[in-house]
């Protein structure tokens, strides 16, 4: 069984540009999550995806935006990219969004 | 939804158990407690979770108090691989899409 996959690794943006991240979900897990960690700090929730629509949303501003694919696939995509908008970018997979969530490696975001 | 405090760092000896304390001391009825860990820049592993009960798996144990406002991580055997931040996270049965992490405990273990 696969677990939860990010792409890219790594990603190094500029100012102002947009950045789209990527996730696959664990096999059979039709609910992602995303999170953003600073440095140092613990992961933020951003909101989360079941069967396609948005299922709740964390405290970011409209240019964090998400997408899930009809095979629960989702992107998170960042527009105007700032600053602070430099940290690992987490995934998490759900059976369902009440049960247990299953992080990936994350994407290491950094913008100059 | 509660918040929870840990302690920023704790060490222990690679062998012996690590318990890990987590107070949350405005739970409601219906919020589980989770564990996570984090091994430095990798994604969060979940660890183990309950809502009034004891539980145990292979990884650990969960001890809740019986007024449900403080539990404890127990790793019975610790080992130099087990060093990592440990996030203890209560989230409710209803409003369940979100988790907040707080700042965990970074654990040591040392030889």
């Known amino acids: 069984e696969t677990g939860v996959t990010q792409s890219p690794t790594h990603l190094i943006k500029t100012r102002g540009q947009q950045v789209t991240l990527r996730c696959s979900s664990q096999s059979g897990h039709n609910t992602v999550s995303w999170y953003q960690q600073a440095l140092g700090q613990g992961p933020q929730f951003i909101f989360q995806?079941?069967?396609?629509?948005?299922?709740g949303r964390g405290n970011f501003p409209p240019r964090f935006s998400g997408l899930q694919f009809p095979n629960y696939s989702s992107e998170l995509n960042v527009n105007a990219l700032e600053l602070d908008d430099s940290a690992l970018y987490l995934c998490a997979s759900s059976l369902v969004p009440e049960e247990t969530q299953y992080f990936g490696p994350g994407t290491r975001l950094l913008v100059l | 939804d509660a918040k929870t405090t840990q302690p920023p760092s704790m060490d222990c000896a690679e062998g012996r158990a690590a318990n890990l304390p987590c107070n949350h001391s405005?739970?409601?009825?219906?919020?589980?407690v989770y564990w996570y860990r984090q091994i430095h820049s990798q994604g969060p592993q979940y660890i183990i979770h309950?809502?009034?009960n004891n539980e145990t798996n292979e990884m650990a144990s969960l001890i809740i108090t019986e007024d449900r406002k403080s539990s404890t991580l127990i790793l019975p055997h610790a080992t130099l691989r087990d060093t990592a931040v440990y996030y203890c996270?209560?989230?409710?049965?209803?409003?369940?899409?979100?988790?907040?992490f707080g700042s965990g405990t970074k654990l040591n273990v040392k030889p």
């Open positions: 996270i209560v989230r409710s049965q209803y409003n369940f899409n979100k988790f907040y």
């Open positions: 405005t739970i409601s009825g219906n919020e589980y």
């Open positions: 995806y079941y069967r396609e629509e948005e299922n």
């Open positions: 309950g809502l009034k």
